[in-house]
Structures are given as structure tokens and as C-alpha cells.
């Protein structure tokens, strides 16, 4: 039986014992979204209209930066109509296509810091091959393999929970993904292909992280031999690693609270687990990169006293 003749829409949960604070919550996401989108717009506009910041380390910058616009897109806009509405419902093709944004954008934040760790260990331990490596081609194809691979891989799955026959309308989180719909199928096994091709998909990711700690404890290692490598770790590396804990971080929590299914945590308590990963690192991370890095921070100072100046 196709689902979609069973299942048209989703019920969203997660804001019942939040309504009568539904107007602050709307009006502080709103600030939130904004401030997220006027950071990490100011950021590439700066990267690609100064020419001196074309370089593959702020090229990825943007790149992280636009991927953060896109993660949030696939939140925000719902989550704040869905605060003035009384009634909190999604399409069944809208909530697959929710979960597709919100598991694509968590592993493409992954793959660039994984490609950010790749250029900071070419530019530290091989400094006099470092152009010739990471070239405007290759570079070009690590950006599409960080975007592409996760479209595709999360594409997979998304497409296999499609074809889940699902007993419940009902979802208890503020936003769809995979994990929750795949607990509403009616025979759980319906879900062993899908099962497989999800622990696949984190075995991948997993080593996406093992590959980026090891990276940076081979850095640590190198820079601690030399004054400038030490110099240089401390200018590029510490945002990069900064934004890989905070990231991870936020993750973890989310994934934990779903796997362990912390009911006995208040509904409060779940949602701003929840939406941890949606609201501190793509606010985050442009302020660490924009005060850290020179060249960035310079740019935004003159910027900044050209137009009080004028």
C-alpha cells in the first residue's frame, strides 16, 4: 500500500507545554533567525568580495557559512509560523523533506570541518606543496564532495523511510527527522534495510570525525615543535577546532536524547536539546572566525569605521 494514501500529514508535539509562551519564544527565534542570517550573510559577502580572502581556507569558511544558511532554512520558517498557529502540522512530503535538510546539513557540516582539517594539515606540515595541492580544482571537488556525498547518502534513506508503512500521525519533537518517523512504522521488520543503510551512514560520519581528531592531534603534535607552526595552529586551527566541539557537542546531545527516548526529561528540556545544533554553532561560528582570523577581522574593521566615518 503506498503511504502517502495513509498517512497526508504530521502532527507536531514537541510545542504543547510551551503555548502559553508561544509569543516570547516567537519573537526571541525571530531575533535568533536574524541575527543567524545577517551573521553568516555578512561573512561570505565579505569573503567573496575581497579578493585577498580567495584563498581555499576562507573559500571553505563560505562555504560552512552558506551551509548554516541552509540548515536553518529548513527550520526556522516552520517552527516560527508554527508559533502563531494553534494547530502544529506538516506534510507527510514536507516532513521527509524536513528530515532530508536536517540530516544533510548536519553531515555537511561535518564533511567541510573534515575539509577545513585536511587544508590546515596541508598548509602547516606541507607548506611548499600546500598550492599546489589544494588547487582551485581540487578544491572545487572537496566542496562538492562535502555537499554532494551527504544529499545523496541522507537522499538514500530518506527514500527508504518513504516506502515504510507508518501506524501514527503523530510526532513529539518540534521538527521532523528520520528517527522519529521510522519509530511510527506499524511492522518494525519493515525498517531492517533501512537499519543497515542508517548504520552505515554513521559508520561514514563517525570517520569523517576520526579522520578530523586525528588531524588536529597530529597538528598539535607538529606545532608544538615549532614557534611559527605554533604561531600559525593558534591563528587558523583553534576556530576550526572551536566550531568542531561546539558542533559535535550539540550533536551528540540531540542524538542521545532521541536514541535514549529521555522521557523523563521535561518537554522543555528536550526542545532546546533539540534545536541546540540550529542555533549555537550558525551563530557561533562567525563571530569565532570573524575575531579570530586577522584577515576577516581587519576586513570587518574597515568596513566598520568607513561607514562611521562617512
Known sequence: MNNDSVIRVFYLSGLNETMHLRLVLFFLSLQCYCIILLLNVSLIVIILTDNSLHEPMYILLSVFCFNSLYGTAGFYPKFLWDLLSSLHVISYSGCLLQAQVMYSFACSDLSILAVMAYDRYLAICQPLEYHSIMSKQRLAKLICFSWLTPLCI???????????????????????????????????????????????????????????????????????????NRSKFMQTCVPHLISLITFLGTILMDVMNMRLDSKALPQTVQNFVAVEFLVIPPLMNPLIYGFKLNKIRKKICSVVIFRVCK
Not at 569523517?208 to 597538528?219: A, D, E, K
Open 154 to 228: 541522507i537522499g538514500t534513506n530518506i527514500f527508504l523511510t518513504s516506502r515504510l508503512t507508518l501506524c501514527s500521525q503523530y510526532i513529539s519533537r518540534l521538527f521532523c527527522v528520520n528517527w522519529s518517523i521510522v519509530q511510527l512504522v506499524c511492522f518494525p521488520a519493515q525498517t531492517a534495510i533501512s537499519g543497515i543503510v542508517a548504520n552505515i551512514t554513521t559508520i561514514i560520519y563517525v570517520f569523517h570525525g576520526v579522520f578530523i581528531v586525528w588531524s588536529y592531534m597530529y597538528l598539535i603534535k607538529t606545532c608544538l615543535l615549532s614557534l611559527e
